[in-house]
C-alpha cells in the first residue's frame, strides 16, 4: 500500500485578512461594553468611598455631642482640626497629610477612600483632594461647627462630592462635571451616597454651579425642598 506524504496546508493572505478583519469587529462590538463597565465599577468604589465617609461623620457625631466636624482650611493645610483630620481619625486611618501622593504627583495612589478611580487628577505639588466638602454647612470659617440634628433636610443636604478642581472644602462651582457618565456622586448627610447627572448640579448657560435643585441642597439652612 502506497502512502502519500501529506503536507501542512497555511493559510491563504486572504484568509488571514478575513480573520484580522473578524477580530477587530469584535473588539469593535466589545470595547464600548468593557469601557461602560470600567465606569460603572468606577462608579461603584466612588460610592462606596463616599458612604465611608459618611458612616464616619455619623460616628464622628455621636461621639462629639452631634456637632459635625470643622471644614479645616480649603487648601489641605489644617493638621489638628477639619474634617480630612477628624475623620480619618474617626476611621483608624492616616490623615490626609501623612499621604505620599498629596505633594508627589509619581507617588502609587493605590486603592483609598481618598481617592475616585474615574478621577484622573494628581497632585500639582501642593495638593489632592478628589473629594471636597460642602463649605455652606458649617458656615464661613474653618473653626465653625454645627449639630447634625439641626438641618431640616439631612436626606437633601450635599456633605462631600466628587471635587472637579482642587479645594478640600468649596461651594457647587467645584462639583466635577465629568465623571460617571457625565456625572458627580455625593454624600447626603443622611449617610447615602448617590450619582447625579451633570444638569442637576451645574448651570451651563452662566458657567456656575446650580444651586436651585431641591435635591441638592448647598445651603442647608436657608431653603428645603
Known amino acids: 500500500m502506497t502512502r502519500h506524504p501529506t503536507t501542512d496546508r497555511a493559510f491563504t493572505l486572504l484568509e488571514l485578512l478575513v480573520?484580522?478583519?473578524?477580530?477587530?469587529?469584535?473588539?469593535?462590538?466589545?470595547?464600548?461594553?468593557?469601557?461602560?463597565?470600567?465606569?460603572?465599577?468606577?462608579?461603584?468604589?466612588?460610592?462606596?468611598?463616599?458612604?465611608?465617609?459618611?458612616?464616619?461623620?455619623?460616628?464622628?457625631?455621636?461621639?462629639?455631642?452631634?456637632?459635625?466636624?470643622?471644614?479645616?482650611?480649603?487648601?489641605?493645610?489644617?493638621?489638628?482640626?477639619?474634617w480630612y483630620v477628624d475623620l480619618p481619625r474617626t476611621m483608624g486611618i492616616a490623615p490626609y497629610r501623612d499621604m505620599?501622593?498629596?505633594?508627589?504627583?509619581?507617588?502609587?495612589?493605590?486603592?483609598?477612600?481618598?481617592?475616585?478611580?474615574?478621577?484622573?487628577?494628581?497632585?500639582?505639588?501642593?495638593?489632592?483632594?478628589?473629594?471636597?466638602?460642602?463649605e455652606h454647612v458649617n458656615g464661613s470659617g474653618t473653626g465653625v461647627q454645627v449639630k447634625l440634628g439641626t438641618l431640616p433636610w439631612p436626606a437633601f443636604t450635599v456633605w462631600l462630592f466628587d471635587n472637579g478642581k482642587l479645594a478640600a472644602v468649596a461651594s457647587a462651582n467645584n462639583a466635577h462635571t465629568n465623571l460617571h457618565s457625565r456625572g458627580c456622586d455625593f454624600l447626603l448627610l443622611d449617610g447615602h451616597a448617590q450619582r447625579f447627572p451633570v444638569a442637576a448640579y451645574r448651570d451651563f448657560t452662566n458657567g456656575k454651579g446650580r444651586t436651585n435643585n431641591p435635591d441638592l441642597l448647598w445651603y442647608p439652612h436657608d431653603a428645603g425642598p
Request: hydrophobic share 40%; proline share 8%; with cysteine.
Open 100 to 134: 505620599p501622593w498629596r505633594t508627589n504627583p509619581a507617588a502609587p495612589l493605590g486603592r483609598s477612600v481618598w481617592l475616585c478611580p474615574s478621577n484622573p487628577r494628581r497632585s500639582n505639588t501642593n495638593n489632592l483632594f478628589h473629594y471636597c466638602l460642602n
Open 19 to 82: 480573520v484580522v478583519v473578524i477580530i477587530a469587529v469584535i473588539a469593535g462590538l466589545l470595547s464600548p461594553a468593557l469601557s461602560r463597565a470600567k465606569s460603572k465599577a468606577g462608579t461603584v468604589v466612588c460610592l462606596g468611598n463616599l458612604k465611608q465617609w459618611g458612616v464616619a461623620t455619623f460616628l464622628f457625631a455621636m461621639d462629639n455631642g452631634d456637632l459635625l466636624p470643622q471644614d479645616g482650611t480649603p487648601n489641605g493645610t489644617s493638621t489638628v482640626e477639619g
